[in-house]
């Protein structure tokens, strides 16, 4: 049988012997991608702006972003230092060890507005192990399937669906559907890039499509029905469920073409525009800033991806392509999902936009993904 189109990408990498004689760089030799660290550094400082602005000129928040930022960077340049081989080695017990952390979640996590998400380490507060599979899951998808011949046959996907499923389910009963479905993303990417043929992807499809109405009637809560709902009719109560997509497509609409200024917002600065520094943050960057800021940030993200992509694609080894570029996949989710639910064309799931939204946690977790990625890509 012929390999699928998409086992060429694992075929048409460079191989050892074609850059023997290559001398590695002063940036090699750091273990730092430069054009990489530039493109999150840019973003990081639009960042930190529309922060400023979107938090009501708060440098308590501001101030924290950015030190939550140096801590991702001083992480990102420490992981890089790492070969990707350790990673290779470590990921069946990072999996294994965040497996076992959602089930402590389940016996004896905290509750917070209903949510049943954190664990409480005593002297260090409380961590969230749902970020743990953001890396995890990718890392795990990928050894398992590096250690069997390409594309995997019936039984290597079976048992990576096993894999991806488990974390799955048990993040979606915390209830939290938006991580839960970005890590059940980050696993199938790993698995279609491994060269799953597209009868095997047709036949995924289908399944998944069968299971909606399943999931619809048993596995959905209220709250979640409700949301898909009110992304089909928003109007229906417009000072309700309906209020935040409502808000968030007037901020967006009334920044036209270049946008009313920076800190001339009025939807976030009057309150109109909630969570205007987490998840609608982009809302009320779009209305000081227009269609042109949204472009400028659009194009800012096209080049991490595809940076992101070119190191996965000039790997020396099946585990680095495929985990880098699962990971530009998994960046390109966040920003779509995102900007969907702001935008009005997904339901509101809680999902941050990268290194534009207040939170620590998602800016360490993703600045350790680019970490393992300038890893794969300068460790030769």
Request: proline share 5%.
């Amino acid at each position: 049988m012929a390999p699928s189109s998409q086992y060429k990408f694992l075929r048409q990498a460079p191989r050892d012997g074609l850059s023997t004689a290559m001398q590695p760089s002063r940036w090699q030799r750091l273990h730092i991608d430069p054009w990489l660290c530039l493109f999150l550094f840019l973003n990081a400082c639009l960042g930190l702006t529309v922060l400023y602005s979107a938090s009501a000129q708060d440098l308590g928040l501001v101030t924290k972003q950015a030190i939550s930022f140096c801590i991702g960077f001083a992480v990102m340049a420490t992981v890089a230092q790492i070969p990707p081989k350790v990673f290779q080695s470590f990921s069946p017990y990072f999996y294994l060890f965040g497996v076992i952390c959602l089930v402590g979640v389940k016996v004896f996590g905290e509750v917070r507005m209903g949510a049943q998400r954190w664990l409480s380490i005593p002297g260090l507060g409380s961590v969230q192990p749902s970020e743990f599979m953001k890396l995890g899951m990718p890392m795990m998808t990928a050894w398992f399937l590096t250690r069997f011949a390409m594309p995997p046959k019936l039984k290597h996907v079976i048992a990576t669906l096993i894999l991806i499923f488990i974390p799955f389910i048990l993040i979606a009963e915390q209830p939290d559907l938006g991580t839960s479905l970005l890590v059940l993303g980050s696993g199938i990417f790993v698995l279609f890039l491994s060269g799953l043929s597209w009868k095997l992807i047709a036949t995924a499809i289908a399944g998944a499509g069968a299971v909606i109405p399943i999931a619809w009637e048993f596995l959905l809560h209220d709250y979640q029905k409700q949301r898909v709902l009110t992304l089909l009719n928003p109007e229906a109560d417009a000072l309700g469920t309906g209020w935040n997509i409502i808000q968030s497509k007037t901020a967006i609409g009334s920044g036209g073409f270049s946008g009313k200024g920076f800190l001339e917002g009025t939807q976030s600065h009057l309150h109109f525009l909630p969570e205007g520094h987490t998840d609608f943050v982009i809302a009320a960057y779009s209305e000081e800033f227009g269609l042109i800021g949204v472009t400028i940030l659009i194009l800012l993200y096209f080049a991490i991806i595809c940076r992101t992509f070119q190191i996965g694609m000039g790997s020396f080894h099946n585990y680095g392509r495929l985990l880098a570029s699962a990971y530009g996949l998994s960046f390109f989710v966040y920003v779509f999902v995102n900007a969907g639910m702001v935008s009005g064309i997904l339901p509101v799931v809680g999902v941050p936009l990268p290194f534009m939204s207040y939170g620590g946690t998602a800016i360490i977790t993703l600045m350790t993904a680019f970490g393992i990625v300038m890893s794969i890509h300068t460790h030769r």
